[in-house]
């Protein structure tokens, strides 16, 4: 960087080791009033020179000009789909920082962790009310985490029946961790066609149903956005079948308060704390995956089990059944006190509300930008809108508009995915945006199908206004550059 002046707040930082001068530091002591002595010559450390030498105030200024990079769901819209990106109350994070839940440590005896123990026994009703499921686990740690224990218990549901079956179906509309859990859990997976409607038939399923097959993993409403409607009937069949249905239950947040999976027959399904209970996302690990179970599985729920004994309650290690622990101690349970107090927050009318709205902002996006952006289904969307690069003229693509998007200061939208729209542009505006955002967005996305005609070249060089242009992003995603090396390593 040679230009004169500081580095500001939108251009490129400067990494801290070129921020050093030898002799600078970032503290002082008071005077010595104690001899000098010599640090023992094996503990100083010669190999590694370089190190930064920079003041309090370098390293403070650094590292917060840094923090400004991130794009979060606080700085601006965030209209990813099969994330479910909304805003998390503030009052979450203030309840999870009470003295008494943060400094709990897990090796507490039971009867001094009876609050912690008791909220967790309330979350687990709450989400076994909000779901209609007879059991849930709060144990696993993330969502894809949540569908190995479901997988698990489906299958030791099978083994405790002696049955050997060997195939799981999963149709194209599913998240890919569908099936990477199915084969995880040592099933083959036999792929099925949704076909144009983008939703599941009763007949397509019979068609694939038989003794073999172990279950069916059905994403409800699906990753088109589209609610699967035979999802009775569909669970009929399995059932005849001998198999089970598990349901990925990430898009739970377009359901809440309106229908419930355990009513519609699914046998067993994981919630996405971070998606629909407005949880920090954990990065596939320090977040929440409940599981709820229907009563036959309940006695192969991973253990221990919360349990409420009289007015007690406590953790229930005597499950001979179990498909055994999946988390350390009890999972995350800061996570947790989140979600439960967003529960409490909300309240039953809330968090029909949050669902209700959540569909509408999908819609309202949906109808704004259908006259223009190419709708590959027709059914009515819920809580997320797929559109397709169909329409972009001059050899625009899904990526250019993305790219463009950053231009006019949004997140880009999900893309690419579901892998059954070529050039799939998947939004999810959530809940918790108000009209005029949803406004302004459609008017970034509709003056860029405008630039796609009349200029493309802005698609195609965007972003422009970032301080990194457009990236190789394969040579990014595979050969990443993460560290720096001193001089002579
Ligand atoms: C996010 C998501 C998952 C995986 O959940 P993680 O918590 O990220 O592991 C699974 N299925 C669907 C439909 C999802 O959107």
Redesign the pocket.
């Known amino acids: 960087m040679n230009r004169i002046g500081t580095s500001g707040l939108q251009l490129n930082e400067k990494l801290i080791f070129e921020h050093s001068d030898s002799g600078r530091c970032g503290y002082s002591l008071p005077k010595l009033d104690v001899p000098a002595v010599s640090l023992p010559e094996q503990m100083i450390r010669t190999e590694v020179a370089g190190f930064p030498e920079v003041s309090e105030i370098d390293v403070v200024r650094h590292y917060t000009r840094l923090s400004t990079w991130n794009y979060g769901v606080d700085s601006g819209f965030y209209p990813l789909g ?3 990106m909304k805003y998390n109350p503030k009052v979450n994070e203030a309840a999870a920082r009470i003295a008494g839940l943060a400094d709990c440590h897990p090796y507490t005896p039971g009867h001094l962790s009876q609050g912690a123990l008791e909220l967790m026994f309330h979350l687990q009703t709450a989400l076994a009310e909000i779901s209609g499921f007879a059991a849930v686990t709060l144990q696993p740690a ?6 190995l224990a479901g997988m698990l218990m489906v299958r030791a549901w099978h083994e405790a029946k002696g049955s050997r079956r060997s195939k799981v179906l999963i149709p194209d509309t ?2 890919g ?2 099936p990477a859990t199915a084969a995880l859990c040592g099933y083959d997976v036999v792929p099925i066609e949704s076909g144009g409607s983008g939703v599941l038939t009763a007949e397509t399923v019979a068609q694939f149903m038989n003794d073999d097959v172990a279950a069916l993993m059905v ?1 409800n409403p699906n ?1 088109l956005g589209l609610f699967e409607s035979d999802i009775k009937k569909i669970c009929e069949i399995v059932h005849a079948g001998g198999g089970l249905v598990y349901c ?1 239950g ?2 739970l947040n377009a359901l809440m308060g309106i229908a419930r999976p355990g009513d519609m027959g699914i046998d067993v399904m ?1 919630f ?1 704390l ?2 629909t209970f407005s949880t920090p996302h ?1 990065g ?1 690990g320090p ?1 929440s ?1 409940p599981v709820g179970v229907a009563k036959k599985l309940i006695p192969y729920l991973p253990k221990p089990v919360v349990v409420q004994n009289k007015t007690e309650y406590k953790l229930d290690f005597d499950r001979p059944e179990s498909i055994g622990r999946l988390r350390s101690f009890y999972g995350n349970f800061g996570i947790m006190v989140r979600a439960w107090a967003y529960i409490l927050s909300m309240g039953s009318d809330g968090l029909k509300f949050a669902s209700q709205m959540a569909v509408l902002n999908a819609n309202y996006i949906r109808a704004r930008l259908a006259a223009v952006y190419h709708l590959p289904h027709q059914h009515r969307s819920l809580h997320e809108v797929v559109f397709s690069d169909a329409n972009l003229p001059n050899d625009c693509h899904t990526l250019d508009l993305a790219k463009r998007l950053i231009d006019y200061g949004y997140h880009p939208p999900t893309i690419y995915f579901p892998l059954v729209v070529k050039g799939a542009i998947m939004i999810e505006p959530t809940e918790t945006e108000s009209k005029e955002i949803l406004d302004e967005f459609c008017d970034a996305m509709l003056a860029i199908a405008k630039e796609a005609a009349e200029n493309p070249d802005l698609l195609h060089a965007a972003p422009t206004l970032t301080r990194v242009g457009r990236l190789d992003e394969t040579a990014a995603a595979r050969q990443p550059c993460l560290s720096w090396l001193p001089e002579g390593l």
């Open positions: 099969s994330c479910t993330a969502g894809a985490h949540g569908e599913a998240h961790t569908n994403t990753t990925d990430a898009n994981h996405n971070h998606k954990g596939g977040g995956g």
